[in-house]
């Protein structure tokens, strides 16, 4: 368990940090983070384009003071050495998924593996690393004809149904990967570690099968049926089984994306404290960062310096207004994450982690972050924790196994439509493989 | 494709045949690569792929073994991305402390494909393959007896040398065709260092196994732990040879092709000249060329005092020329013989003439190493090709009086230097393109050994068709031998300059198909007074002379008398005013040809000095009308004059004797 490292205690940014520090104007002109700001700006009109610099500079000034103030923006010493010795002989583990792009005509093929990758710093034995499949799943989604579907039935949205699995799946091999040797002291996964459930909850979406459960919940998987097998209450069990371990578990999302969750969680909970210039000045910062549509990403790259993250922020991803009434009460016992952004280095993009609710995990939020700023350091352009790139190239399914898959389908289904000895049956068929009429299969011959 | 062979079946190998990796990307009937396990495999192995490919008629398959080398292999860690590497360099962090991976290498061979076997039949049957090799397929790692009986396949009929192992598998020898060498050449080109007379060495001992005659052109020395090893080969004689060139009545045109070859050759008319002189002056049985030389200068010094004009100057170049030859051979005598008698523990004999017994140099179960040290390269090179002539007149005369016999010249760049060296024709370079061409024919195999490829004659060197190449630096050499072997690879070549001593590639007409081979080292070949030269051990060890003491003791006593004051007074011009005695001397001398007629050049010729070519055609007597201070006006420098002075001294001397 991580409470054998000695704990870092958490540094104020404001007062402990005794680094140069970048005046935030001076950082918005860096050109990492223009790219961004000039990505967001150009999609507004000429006069939005005009002040979007001055407002975000405003913004970013105004928020670091009050975070600042409050103590809100902790900061990580960067020390590689030191760092890692204080983790040697901590197993660390990381958890990443790949999707095959395998398209079916007529089936609905999924794809997925699961990957983890535990390493021990400092360890020099064979030992020190283990890549492991921890889940791995090629069927149909629903197959009337054999039990071998993952669902029970089909959904219209297809791409939902993917989804869901894909979600279970990462979750799943998270929890198998903790029952591994060496035990993890630490895991971190790759992506939101609570999503948005709500469009996954009506009646209508299908229970897993056997087989889908058997895989994501070896050991609970016997009886479980109806809303029991459904994709919201099995993966608030694996979210269960994950949080009550005693791992430091937390995830990182590296891609910017469009989000302003937790900049607007952040000024409702700033608007209760001393720092707070009145509820108007907090509306009027919100109303500007929707009508400038600056997400965190972008505001938090302003804010934050090389080793500062924010204080843990609890959203909500399940908002009550969404949840249908079919898994209402189910939906409502999902965990709050607490998300902070934590800024890796001067000229790269804040990275996201998110723990889970509740008490802190056992290290400590610091240490975790300490662990996830020297892991990303480690690649400094791109600024992601190595350990989740390693397992990402691990899992991730290459173009060679979803060529074939297509390829085969496509085969099979031209031999049915042979063998029918129809030309119409057979155009169709050659339609459906080829996906357009201006294909040379389809061109002109002399008789027509 | 393969074809079907009705052959008898091949042993079971005790061993089996171990999957190493899987083929990977696009194969073809040329080359593949595959995916290679860990530490299953390296450069240089031979592996093998089991498929299918169609039969003779399309009618059904049949399935083969597809055997390859393997040419390169690729390492890389696709989980350590670039920039972790500059960070942990830039943070003194060892990557075994951090969270980055080192252990999922992946190692990507790249194999170039020898041919292929039926499965069932012998695997000395090697067919081409014609039908890509599949991919996906395993990759087989075989044991080392099939590996043997593959390479032991060869040549049906052709006598097997063994020169090494594969470099990557210790377990597996490796034969070339002794055959294929001593008919159609072959080179050994390594870098100082690279063991290229080790390689040499052990395709000598295997010749002398089989009794085939040898001879060996040696310029240091190398091959001269042979005689003293000769123990080692009961029944073979093996004898040091130092050049000496024997006159007898027949070979009597050595002396024109000496002229010809050491210095600017001579006309037409002088050609006739010393022809005559030649016909005129018979050597004696076995006399030395030195001593012919001296003969025939007196011959021509005879006839200068009896003819004069043209004929004169004629017969005065033919003694310059003789001079030269005279002096050059003169020199190389002195420092073989020096040299030969540094080594006192070998019996060096006197080379017999090439032309009237060659049976002498060449022979079953002999090996005749000439040893040419301290002769320079044009001299040699001469020794070389009269030598070499006369032997391959003999073949190619089918008078049966030599057997065929395999030539190994050391330092080949010596002996056919390339065009580009700037050297001229030398004289073996012609002899030896004759060799090489017509060699085949009559049996005069090659084996040329040398250190600086591209410094060789590229036509002839191409000729040779089997290649051993050891290690290699130099980028011209390493450029050169890719353009002069079609069938070294670009990996290959690539391996050259990483090589370790002995270990090369093998490849020609004398190998099934290209080998990295290790070269077996013979130790007990070497000779044990050769070897490095220790010069610092020799300056901590060295102790002057027993004539030293006296030298010293004789200067100190001598350089006392300095200082000792003269009894008589000294005269006012003597001593170091070398201008006063010079003028004082030609003044004596001069008188004595004022009414010579001869030529400049006719003093030259009865003087055996050379003064100055441009004034060959004026007549002493009148530069010996000028006073000393006359000739300076003339253009004459005081070197010239002074030389000049000399060259009237020695010719009034000569008619004081006459």
């Known amino acids: 368990m991580a409470t054998a490292a000695k704990k870092e205690k958490p540094r104020k940014a404001a007062q402990g940090a005794n680094r140069k520090k970048i005046p935030v104007s001076e950082r918005l002109r860096h050109p990492h983070i223009m790219t961004e700001m000039l990505r967001i700006s150009l999609g507004q009109s000429a006069g939005a384009q005009r002040d979007f610099l001055k407002v975000l500079e405003g913004l970013a000034c105004g928020i670091r003071e009050m975070l600042d ?38 089936a609905e093929p999924i794809g997925v593996r699961v990957g983890s990758y ?66 993890p002291q630490f895991l971190f996964l790759h992506g939101a570690l609570i999503n948005p459930v709500s469009a996954y909850g009506d009646e209508s979406f299908p229970a897993f099968s056997k087989k889908g459960l058997e895989l994501l919940l070896p050991d609970d998987h016997k009886g479980r049926e109806g809303r029991d097998a459904k994709f919201v209450t ?125 008490p802190e995990p056992p290290a400590g939020y610091a240490e975790c972050i300490r662990l996830l700023i020297h892991s990303s350091r480690l690649m400094p352009n791109y600024a992601f924790p190595a350990g989740l790139d390693i397992v990402d190239k691990f899992a991730k399914v290459p173009a060679w196994m979803n060529r074939p898959i297509h390829s085969s389908m496509s085969v099979q289904l031209i031999q049915q439509a042979l063998e029918t000895g129809n030309t119409r049956t057979i155009d169709a068929a050659k339609r459906m493989v080829c996906g357009t009429r201006r294909d040379w299969l389809f061109r002109p011959t002399h008789n027509g | 494709m393969a074809k079907k062979q009705n052959t008898t079946q091949p042993k079971p190998s005790a061993a089996a045949w171990t999957p190493i990796g899987t083929v990977v990307g696009n ?73 980055l991976s080192n252990s999922r290498d992946q190692l990507e061979a790249s194999v170039i494909i020898l041919g292929c076997t039926n499965v069932g039949s012998e695997y000395k049957n090697l067919f081409p393959l014609t039908y890509p090799v599949q991919p996906a397929a395993n990759v087989l790692y075989p044991p080392a ?52 007379t080790v390689a040499a060495r052990r395709i000598i001992r295997e010749m002398i196994e089989i009794g085939y005659p040898l001879l060996i052109l040696d310029p240091h020395g190398d091959y001269l732990g042979l005689w003293e090893k000769r123990h080692l080969f009961p029944g073979t004689k093996v004898q040091l040879l130092y050049p000496h060139i024997a006159m007898t009545d027949q070979n009597r045109h050595i002396i024109e092709v000496l002229i010809g070859k050491m210095t600017e050759g001579l006309t037409e008319p002088q050609k006739d000249e ?99 040290g301290g002769y320079d390269h044009l001299t040699q090179t001469t020794i070389a ?13 089918l008078s049966n009086r030599i057997p065929p016999f395999l030539t190994l010249i050391e330092e080949a760049h010596t002996f056919i230097p390339s065009s580009r060296e700037g050297t001229g024709d030398v004289p073996s370079l012609e002899t030896l393109r004759k060799l090489i061409t017509e060699g085949r024919k009559f049996g005069t195999g090659l084996l040329l050994v040398t250190q600086r490829p591209s410094r060789v004659d590229e036509t002839i060197l191409s000729q040779c068709n089997s290649f051993l190449i050891l290690r290699l630096v130099n980028p011209r050499d390493q450029n050169f031998v890719k353009q002069i072997m079609e069938n070294l690879s670009e990996q290959d070549a690539r391996m050259l300059p990483g090589f370790g001593p002995g270990q090369g590639v093998v490849s020609g007409q004398a190998v099934r198909f290209p080998l990295l081979v290790k070269i077996k080292m013979d130790e007990d070949l070497i000779y044990s007074d050769l070897g490095d030269e220790n010069f610092m051990q020799q300056v901590s060890e060295w102790k002057p002379d027993k004539k030293a003491g006296v030298r010293s003791r004789a200067g100190a006593t001598l350089d006392n008398l300095a200082n000792v004051p003269d009894r008589r007074p000294k005269k006012p011009f003597r001593g170091a005013d070398l ?31 050379d003064w100055d070519r441009k004034r060959r055609s004026e007549k002493i007597s009148k530069l010996a009308a000028l006073t000393w201070d006359q000739l300076g006006k003339e253009k004459i420098s005081a070197d010239k004059r002074a030389m000049l002075l000399a060259m009237l001294e020695v010719a009034a001397n000569n008619n004081n004797n006459e």
Not at chain 1, 70 to 95: L, N, Q, R
Not at chain 2, 580 to 605: C, N
Request: charged fraction near 30%; hydrophobic fraction near 35%.
């Open chain 2, 274 to 372: 010393m022809g005559t002189i030649l016909a005129e002056t018979d050597p004696d049985e076995g006399e030395s060329v030195l001593s012919y030389i001296g003969n025939l200068k007196d011959a021509i010094q005879d006839k200068i005092g009896r003819v004069d004009g043209n004929k004169r100057k004629t017969l005065s170049v033919c003694m310059r020329q003789l001079s030269i030859v005279e002096s050059r051979f003169e020199r190389m005598e002195q420092t073989n013989d020096r040299m030969r008698r540094r080594m006192k523990k070998l019996d060096f004999e006197q080379m017999k003439d090439p032309q009237g017994r060659p049976d002498a140099i060449i022979a079953p179960k002999t090996v005749s190493i000439l040893y040419l």
């Open chain 1, 234 to 358: 099995v993966c608030l069990e694996l979210l269960n089984q994950l949080k009550h371990t005693k791992a430091n578990i937390a995830s990182v999302v590296e891609r910017a994306s469009g989000s302003q969750l937790v900049s607007m969680t952040l000024l409702d909970e700033l608007q209760r404290t001393d720092s707070s210039p009145g509820p108007q000045a907090i509306k009027e910062t919100k109303n500007k960062i929707r009508d400038f549509r600056i997400s965190d990403s972008v505001l938090f790259h302003a804010i934050l310096g090389e080793g500062e993250y924010l204080k843990p922020t609890e959203v909500d991803r399940n908002v009550d207004s969404k949840r249908p009434n079919y898994s209402r009460h189910i939906i409502a016992k999902y965990p709050y994450p607490k998300v902070t952004y934590v800024g890796v280095g001067e000229f790269s993009q804040p990275i996201r982690v998110e723990f889970f609710d509740g």
């Open chain 2, 145 to 196: 007896d099939i590996i043997k009986e593959l390479l032991a396949g060869g040549i049906p009929g052709h006598k097997p040398m063994h020169i090494g192992t594969l470099i990557a598998r210790r377990d597996v020898d490796i034969a070339i065709s002794a055959d294929r060498i001593v008919s159609r050449h072959m080179a050994i080109l390594a870098m100082t260092g690279g063991g290229k």
């Open chain 1, 69 to 106: 103030a409050e103590g809100w923006i902790y900061s990580v010493p960067i020390d590689h050495a030191k760092t890692w010795k204080d983790f040697a002989g901590k197993p660390i583990c990381f958890v990443d998924g790949g999707v095959a792009s395998a398209q079916g005509l007529g």
């Open chain 2, 27 to 99: 194969a073809s009937t040329g080359e593949f690569t595959f995916i290679l396990k860990s530490f299953k495999s390296r450069v240089g192995d031979l592996v093998a792929v089991k498929m299918k490919v169609p039969d003779e008629n399309y009618a059904g398959t049949n399935e083969i073994y597809v055997w390859g080398r393997v040419l390169g292999i690729s390492r890389y860690n696709p989980f350590f991305p670039y920039e972790a590497a500059q960070e942990l360099s830039e943070e003194g962090v060892s990557l075994q402390d951090t969270i």
């Open chain 1, 118 to 183: 535990t390493v021990i710093p400092g360890d020099t034995s064979e030992k020190r690393e283990t890549f492991r499949m921890e889940k791995q799943l090629v069927a149909e989604l629903f197959d009337s004809s054999s039990p071998d579907g993952v669902y029970e039935d089909l959904y219209e949205d297809t791409s939902k149904l993917r989804d869901a699995v894909r979600i279970s799946l990462e979750l799943a091999a998270g929890v198998s990967s903790l029952k591994q040797e060496p035990k």
């Open chain 2, 385 to 397: 090709s009269i030598l070499l002539e006369a032997l391959y007149e003999h073949r190619a005369n």
């Open chain 2, 579 to 609: 201008p006063k005695s010079g003028e004082e001397r030609w003044d004596a001398i001069r008188k004595k040809f004022l009414k010579d007629k001869r030529a400049l050049g006719e003093i030259e010729a009865a003087t055996g000095m």
